[in-house]
C-alpha cells in the first residue's frame, strides 16, 4: 500500500492558528479522494513530574467546549519555533515552572482524519517554581498530584482530554522510571 498523492490543495478558511484546506487525492489504484483538513502547525504537550511519583496537571476552561478539563500543559507551536523550546515556554505559562530538563516522549497525530497537528510530548523534570504567565482570557488553575491519581481519573473518565491521556499513558507503558505510578 502506498500513501495517496495530493494533487490540489485550497485553502477555504484562514483564521489565527488553523487554516481548513480543500484537498484532493489519488490513491495508489486510481480512485480519486476530497477531503477537508484542518491545517495546524503542531503542538507540544509537557508531562511534568515535580518528583518520579507526581505530575503537575491543570484545569484549564475550554470556552470553546464550555467546559473545564484535567490536562496535561500543552501549546501551539509559533512560527519556527522548536518544539523543545515551546514544551518550556508553555510550562512555565501555563504551570508557572521552569525545568531543568526537557526530554522528548513521543509525537503522534491528534486527529489525522481532519487535522495534520503533530503532538511532540516531553517530560519536564527538575522544576523550579517562577510564576504563572497566563494570556489574556486563560483561566488556568494547576494541582501537583500522585502519578498514580492521574492514571485513576483516565480510566474513569475524569480526564477527557487525548493528548494527556496518551502522554500520560505513554510514559506509564514505556518510561524508565519505573518508580512514577
Not at 47 to 72: D, F, M
Not at 121 to 138: D, H, K, N, R, S
Not at 150 to 176: H, N, P, Q, W, Y
Request: with cysteine.
Amino acid at each position: 500500500m502506498e500513501p495517496s498523492r495530493i494533487t490540489e490543495r485550497q485553502t477555504t478558511y484562514r483564521g489565527r492558528r488553523v487554516a481548513i484546506e480543500r484537498r484532493v487525492a489519488v490513491t495508489d489504484d486510481g480512485d480519486t479522494l476530497e477531503r477537508e483538513m484542518i491545517v495546524h502547525p503542531g503542538a507540544v504537550v509537557v508531562l511534568a513530574a515535580p518528583t518520579p511519583q507526581e505530575v503537575l496537571l491543570i484545569r484549564n476552561c475550554r470556552h470553546g467546549l464550555g467546559k473545564i478539563l484535567w490536562e496535561l500543559p500543552a501549546g501551539t507551536l509559533e512560527a519556527g519555533e522548536q518544539p523543545a523550546a515551546c514544551a518550556a515556554r508553555e510550562l512555565q505559562e501555563e504551570t508557572g515552572y521552569h525545568a531543568e530538563r526537557i526530554e522528548p516522549l513521543c509525537r503522534f497525530y491528534s486527529t489525522p482524519g481532519i487535522c495534520t497537528e503533530q503532538m511532540h510530548a516531553f517530560l519536564a523534570t527538575g522544576l523550579q517554581e517562577v510564576g504563572q504567565a497566563l494570556e489574556p482570557g486563560e483561566h488556568i488553575e494547576v494541582e501537583c498530584l500522585p502519578f498514580a491519581r492521574v492514571l485513576a481519573m483516565i480510566r474513569s473518565g475524569e480526564v477527557e482530554d487525548a493528548k494527556t491521556i496518551a502522554t500520560c499513558l505513554f510514559f506509564r507503558a514505556f518510561s524508565a522510571a519505573e518508580t512514577a505510578g
